[in-house]
């Protein structure tokens, strides 16, 4: 059976760009139109899929998003498995690769409940923040439960946290393929995205951390409930069209990423390769 190449690793891997950027353009979107009283709502990629679902060959467009999906899921495990980044081993690079590694569980789960939607299978309108909070009460059962989940949503926050000082330092183009003129407006819009998406995970992480002080998985709430806290803040439309702007110009910079990000796809082939040549040594 054929393996996977260098070059099928790389269109794998802009297909998934491209489609979570797609989603996050239109969650952002939705969300946008919802704090200019435009319609829309507040809601989650899930949500963006079903939305999608509903639409003109809705099963077909919602499939090709599965497809892509599965590509991004499968570049992130082979990125941070591999080290395609170069990361490295140091406690920086093995944080950077093992939130690789769960950004494509994330996204392999996205793409299951895309890809059921898109056969027929996942009919059934979402129920919300109900997945979460189900995983969230069946850690909270196991032995130090409520400490894993706090560490959990600790992880969250951090991650909140290195999304800021990312589009603060502005190191979001660095792996894109772009001249200086185009790096001007691709670098703000890139600062906005991940600015945004900070800030979601600390509302997020903080949901989390609340349910496990209260060791109450009713307390868990995803991206739409992020949505909805900064709505019932004073100024709250303003806040939540700024961060739901802000997740639209992350799906635009997912779109950038899927056509100039640098990819630097490992061939497998090789890498199988050289990991038998090992272990016929060893015997």
Known sequence: ????GRNT???????????????????????????????????????????????PFGAILVGLIALGLFGFATWRLVESITDADRNGTSAKGLVIRAASFGSGIVAAGLGITAASLALGLGRRASGGDGGLQDWTAWLLDKPFGPWLVGLVGLGIVGGGIAFLVKAAKGKVTERLSLDEAHCRWVKPLGQFGYAARGIAFLIIGGFVVVAAWYQASSEVKGLAGAFS?????????????????????????GLIQARYRRIDAPDLDETDDAVMRAVRSLN
């Open 229 to 253: 806290a900064l709505r019932a803040q004073p100024y709250g439309s303003l806040l939540l069209g700024i961060v739901a702007a802000g997740h639209l110009a992350f799906g635009v910079f």
């Open 1 to 4: 059976m054929k393996r996977l």
């Open 9 to 55: 690793i790389e269109r794998l891997a802009r297909m998934g760009f491209g489609a979570r950027g797609i989603v996050y353009c239109i969650v952002g979107g939705l969300a946008l139109l919802a704090a200019l009283g435009r319609g829309g709502s507040t809601g989650d990629s899930e949500s963006a899929i079903r939305w999608v679902f509903l639409g």
